[in-house]
């Protein structure tokens, strides 16, 4: 008979839900040398003026979950490497990975 031990440990790993496990593009994304720190990777970005509401993974400053929505400041583009494009802040303080964005 297992233990409860072996049937709770397996019960979380299955539990942790999907939206906070790093898509395939977001881990492609972070094995890239950007040259620069970056704050966070933006999945499904929606482009609205110069922000972006987008899925958050790897936020650096620890303040939003993986899966999260979240808006960001307003962004100007840097680069693209491997169909992914680094985005900076206006202030220059913060940069951003938009691994996918939505056509809206």
């Known amino acids: 008979m297992p233990s409860l031990l072996s ?9 942790i839900p999907v939206a906070q496990r790093a ?16 704050d ?3 999945v499904d970005a929606a ?7 987008a899925l958050v ?3 650096r400053s620890g303040m939003n979950q993986d899966g ?9 583009y ?5 169909g992914f494009k680094l985005m900076r802040s206006v202030s220059g303080e913060d940069y951003y990975v ?7």
């Open 7 to 15: 049937k709770r440990s397996a019960f979380a790993v299955d539990a």
């Open 23 to 38: 898509p395939s593009e977001v881990i492609r994304a972070q094995s890239i040398d950007w040259n620069v720190p970056v």
């Open 40 to 42: 966070a990777f933006l």
């Open 47 to 53: 482009r609205a003026g110069r922000r972006y509401a």
């Open 57 to 59: 993974y790897g936020d």
């Open 68 to 76: 999260m929505t979240i808006a960001t400041p307003p962004l100007e």
């Open 78 to 82: 840097v680069e693209a490497k491997s």
């Open 98 to 104: 938009i691994t996918s964005e939505l056509n809206i």
